[in-house]
């Protein structure tokens, strides 16, 4: 199997399972799927975006790294199973951008 991108009219709005923010969704034609304030997400993927992950446990946030055609992104480890992924980060959502405290404070923690 090679990794993909799904996208399956995922892009709505939640509530983080961790902190309790309310979550809107992104504007520029992407998803998202993590909160902005805390950087949370939920292990629903298998592949990104396709929904098709059974775990459903808290993606933690556990570190940060910069892509060059990504830019930054999130590492997230799920606290049920240990599925490790990464998250594209939505710096520049001009309604609900990801907190750059959260990240900034995120980087400096080791893994």
Not at 26 to 49: A, K, Q, T, W
Not at 80 to 104: M, T, V
Request: hydrophobic share 30%; charged share 20%.
């Amino acid at each position: 199997m090679t990794r993909r991108f799904v996208k399956q009219g995922t892009n709505t709005a939640f509530i983080c399972q961790h902190c309790g923010l309310e979550v809107q969704p992104l504007v520029n034609g992407s998803v998202r799927n993590h909160c902005p304030g805390c950087l949370y997400s939920l292990h629903l993927d298998v592949f990104p975006g396709d929904r098709a992950s059974d775990c459903g446990g808290l993606l933690v946030p556990i570190g940060v790294e910069q892509h060059p055609k990504k830019g930054w992104m999130i590492l997230h480890r799920c606290a049920a199973c240990g599925h490790e992924g990464r998250n594209k980060a939505a710096l520049d959502d001009p309604q609900q951008p990801d907190s750059f405290e959260a990240l900034l404070s995120l980087s400096s923690r080791p893994r």
